[in-house]
C-alpha cells in the first residue's frame, strides 16, 4: 500500500476525512472532513487567520459573498477567459484537458484514438438567481476568494484607515468546475482558500514579495511540512497568468508528483484598474492606483500535506505527528479501567479540569494499548490515565505521542502543564 492510500485509509477509519455522499454511491471527488478532521481544518484556519490578521497591524480581514455581481467576473476576466482546454474522446465520451494529455496518443480509458477538437472550456460554476433561469438573472460561484478585496477596497480604506504597505486577508469557499479532479483532496470543485492582497506602492513591489515570499516559508515551519520536499518554480514568461509579471509557484513532492502547494504573485495594479473601468467607482489610494502582492495558500492542500508529513510508522504503530497547536486533540483522558467506578469517576472529575483549559477528549474503548495506538493515529500529543495510584496519591500517567514516554503529574498541575507545553 502506497502512503497516499494509507493516508486515505487513515483518514476515513479515524474520521478525518469521508467520501462525499458516500450513501448514494459517492460524488466524483466530493469529500467531506468528520470530526477530527473537521476540528484540524478548523486549526489550520484560525492559526493562519492569528499569524497573518490578529499578529499583524498591516493586515485586515475580510468575509465576502460568494455569490457576486456577475460584472465583478467580467471586470477580472473570468467570464472571457477563466477556461482549460478541453478534449473529447468521441469512443467513450470521457473528457480530459487537452495540456495534461498527448492527443496522438490512443484515450487512456478506452485505447481508441478518435479526439474531438479541442476547445476552451470555462471553470466558472454558474447558478441563477430568482425564479428565472435566462441570462438576465445568471450568476457564478466565485472561483476565487480575490476579487472581493478589490471590490471592497474602499470601504474598507474608508473603515479602517491605512497607510501603504497593507493588506486585506480573506478566506472562504471557491468553485471551479475541473474537468479532471482526483488525487484526494489535491483538486476538488469544491475547496478552500487562504489569500491576502498587499497593497504597495509600485517601487517597492520587489521588497514586498520577498518579504511574503519569507513568511510562507515560516509557514512550512509552522504547520510542520516537511520543507526538504517544498520546491519554489518560477513561471516562466507566457505561462503566468494574465495579469502577473512576477509568479512563484512552491511545490510539494506528494507520492503522485511534485505539484503546486501555495502561490504567490505581482499582480500589478491590473485588478483595481478593471473593477475602477467597470464600475465607475474610483479606486484609488491618494491618487495612485496602490500595486498588489498575492500570497495564495490552498486550506484543503495545506490539510493534505500536513498529513503527509506528519504520517510516520513504526513496527508497532502509526503516529500522526501533528505540530500540538494543529493536532485535533491536545490531550485524551482515560480510566485505566473502564469498570472501576472509583477510577471512572476521578477520570470523569479530570476531564472535566482539562476541557476549560484546552482541547480534550475522552476514551474509555477497550484496552489502554488500544486507546494509545487510536490516539497516536490521529496525533493526540498526550494521554492522561487515571489508575490506582491517582487515588493514593492524586497523581496521573501523562503519556507522550512520539516518543511513548510516560511521567507521573499532580492533578493538581495538569491545567498549567499542558497549556505551559502549547505555548
Not at 471527488?29 to 489550520?44: C, E, H, T
Not at 467607482?281 to 486550506?299: F, K
Amino acid at each position: 500500500m502506497d502512503l497516499m492510500e494509507k493516508i486515505v485509509s487513515l483518514c476515513k477509519r479515524r474520521g478525518f476525512v469521508f467520501p462525499g455522499s458516500e450513501i448514494y454511491g459517492g460524488m466524483a471527488n466530493s469529500w467531506d472532513f468528520g470530526p477530527v478532521g473537521a476540528q484540524l481544518k478548523k486549526n489550520i484556519k484560525d492559526l493562519w487567520w492569528k499569524t497573518f490578521v490578529e499578529s499583524r497591524d498591516d493586515v485586515v480581514g475580510l468575509d465576502a459573498t460568494i455569490i457576486m455581481n456577475p460584472k465583478v467576473w467580467e471586470a477580472s476576466g473570468h467570464i472571457e477567459g477563466f477556461s482549460d482546454p478541453l478534449v473529447e474522446c468521441k469512443s467513450c465520451h470521457n473528457r480530459f484537458r487537452a495540456d495534461q494529455i498527448d492527443i496522438k496518443d490512443v484515450c487512456s480509458d478506452c485505447g481508441k484514438k478518435d479526439w474531438s477538437p479541442v476547445k476552451n472550456f470555462n471553470l466558472m460554476l454558474k447558478t441563477f438567481l430568482g425564479p428565472a433561469e435566462d441570462s438576465a438573472h445568471a450568476a457564478y460561484l466565485r472561483p476565487e476568494t480575490a476579487q472581493a478585496m478589490f471590490v471592497d477596497f474602499k470601504n474598507v480604506l474608508s473603515s479602517n484607515p491605512k497607510k501603504l504597505p497593507f493588506g486585506i486577508a480573506q478566506m472562504g469557499k471557491a468553485f471551479r468546475n475541473e474537468i479532471t479532479t482526483g488525487n484526494f483532496l489535491f483538486r476538488l470543485r469544491e475547496f478552500e482558500m487562504m489569500e491576502i492582497e498587499y497593497f504597495v506602492h509600485e517601487k517597492d513591489w520587489k521588497e514586498a514579495f520577498e518579504m511574503w515570499r519569507k513568511e510562507m516559508w515560516n509557514w512550512f515551519e509552522l504547520m510542520g511540512i516537511d520543507k526538504t520536499k517544498i520546491h519554489e518554480h518560477e513561471i516562466p514568461d507566457g505561462e503566468r497568468a494574465h495579469y502577473s509579471q512576477r509568479t512563484i509557484d512552491f511545490e510539494f513532492e506528494y507520492p503522485f508528483g511534485q505539484k503546486e502547494l501555495y502561490g504567490l504573485a505581482y499582480r500589478t495594479d491590473y485588478d483595481l484598474k478593471r473593477q475602477q473601468e467597470f464600475s465607475g467607482q474610483d479606486l484609488s489610494y491618494a491618487g495612485i492606483m496602490p500595486h498588489v502582492i498575492e500570497p495564495t495558500w490552498g486550506v484543503d492542500r495545506t490539510f493534505l500535506a500536513v498529513m503527509l508529513s506528519a504520517y510516520h510508522e513504526d513496527e508497532k504503530r502509526v503516529i500522526l505527528k501533528l505540530h500540538p497547536k494543529l493536532a485535533p486533540y491536545k490531550v485524551a483522558v482515560f480510566p485505566l479501567v473502564a469498570n472501576k467506578e472509583n477510577i471512572v469517576k476521578k477520570a470523569r472529575e479530570v476531564y472535566q479540569l482539562l476541557k476549560p483549559v484546552t482541547v480534550t477528549t475522552w476514551d474509555d474503548r477497550g484496552n489502554i494499548g488500544k486507546r494509545y495506538y487510536a490516539q497516536d493515529e490521529i496525533g493526540t500529543p498526550w494521554c492522561v490515565t487515571i489508575d490506582y495510584q491517582t487515588l493514593k496519591d492524586d497523581t496521573v500517567t501523562v503519556r507522550d505521542r512520539d516518543t511513548a514516554q510516560q511521567v507521573r503529574v499532580a492533578v493538581s498541575e495538569l491545567d498549567s502543564y499542558f497549556p505551559e507545553k502549547l505555548k
